[in-house]
């Protein structure tokens, strides 16, 4: 299994503004993924973080909304940009290690508040 | 495309009684099934899958789920419902040869055992 810390665990910004969340895992994994758990829904697929290269999207967000970086095998960054209250949600970074083991591992969420 | 659903919103159960959350899937292929919880104020913690094998599986903290292919279903049991159980549940699915960890989570049931 891999440990996946998170920072920060909850913050409280303005609209307008960005803030950068990032993931550390404390091993090498194959994939990083950000999600998003909006107040009471299920979690959304952001993006694939590949590493060394572009993020890849799911339909309905965009790397100028939500750039990501991952440097290495153990580190993920996610920024959401121009923050608007509908962005208020729990952010999640999830790491797997190979295609055979199949789960994947979370960390313990960022939950944001725009106001 | 792949898809999970969860039927019910909410579960109630006394303590003591077995409980079942239900969960049905919707894939192409062959599907690798997961359950995961989460506490609340907390990221997801894996709980069991289903790769391949025997039908019933079995995974952390008593919990065990029966993949049945022909009612396309996965649902997650206990023989004995804990206080301590009262949580949000997903079920989540991906398909066996995206060669790709992306995980469809269902809509999450609450679950609340009763003392």
């Known amino acids: 299994s891999a440990v996946i810390s998170q920072k920060p665990s909850r913050d409280i910004c303005q609209r307008g503004t960005s803030l950068t969340i990032q993931c550390q895992v404390d091993?090498?994994?194959?994939?990083m993924f950000w999600y998003r758990q909006q107040p009471g829904q299920s979690l959304t697929l952001i993006a694939t973080a590949n590493q060394g290269s572009e993020a890849t999207y799911e339909s309905g967000f965009v790397i100028d909304k939500f750039p990501i970086s991952r440097p290495n095998l153990t580190f993920s960054t996610l920024t959401v940009s121009n923050m608007s209250p509908e962005d208020s949600s729990i952010y999640l970074c999830s790491a797997g290690g190979g295609i055979d083991t199949g789960e994947l591992f979370f960390g313990e969420g960022s939950r944001l508040t725009v106001l | 495309a792949q898809s999970v659903a969860q039927p019910e919103d909410q579960v109630n159960v006394a303590e003591g009684n077995p409980l079942t959350v239900k969960c049905t899937y919707s894939v192409s292929g062959n599907p690798y099934l997961f359950w995961y919880v989460q506490y609340p104020n907390r990221g997801l913690q894996f709980l069991l899958k289903y790769i391949t094998g025997d039908n019933l599986v079995k995974g952390s903290y008593g919990f065990e789920a029966e993949f049945n292919k022909s009612q396309t279903s996965f649902h997650l049991k206990k023989p004995s419902a804990l206080v301590s159980d009262s949580a949000l549940y997903f079920c989540a699915v991906r398909e066996r040869n995206t060669g790709f960890q992306k995980l469809v989570f269902g809509t999450g049931t609450r679950l609340l055992v009763s003392p």
């Open positions: 091993s090498q994994v194959t994939m």
